[in-house]
């Protein structure tokens, strides 16, 4: 089984930056997007940034020119460098990737890391 190992959480001043970064432990074939999401206590867990296969990079609104998805297609390794960083960005990150074999989908997801913005 394919695990996905998210790394580059931690605690950070309002203002600042930080990336992070998840790497499969195994290559993974037929990947047709990339993406991170995050997660506050008791609410759902929303898309923040994703990559699609063609390279077409896709944003919510609050991190649009804040943060910047990147990957590495042939390591397998997903990016995300995050700048001007808000305490309302505090929350557990994770990669996700989704790949297509044979008509299957597949999803595979990180761990999760923290990110906190103290204000």
């Known amino acids: 089984q394919v695990q996905l190992v998210e790394s580059g959480g931690g605690l950070v001043q309002a203002g600042g930056s930080l990336g992070l970064s998840c790497a499969a432990s195994a290559l993974i074939s037929g990947i047709n997007a990339m993406g991170w999401y995050r997660q506050t206590p008791g609410k759902q867990r929303d898309l923040v940034a994703s990559i699609e296969a063609g390279g077409i990079t896709n944003y919510a609104d609050s991190v649009k020119g804040r943060f910047t998805i990147s990957r590495d297609k042939a390591k397998n390794i997903l990016y995300l460098q995050m700048s001007d960083l808000k305490p309302e960005d505090t929350a557990v990150y994770y990669c996700?990737?989704?790949?297509?074999?044979?008509?299957?989908?597949?999803?595979?997801w990180g761990q999760g890391t923290q990110v906190t913005v103290s204000s």
């Open positions: 996700q990737i989704e790949s297509w074999r044979w008509g299957i989908r597949d999803l595979y």
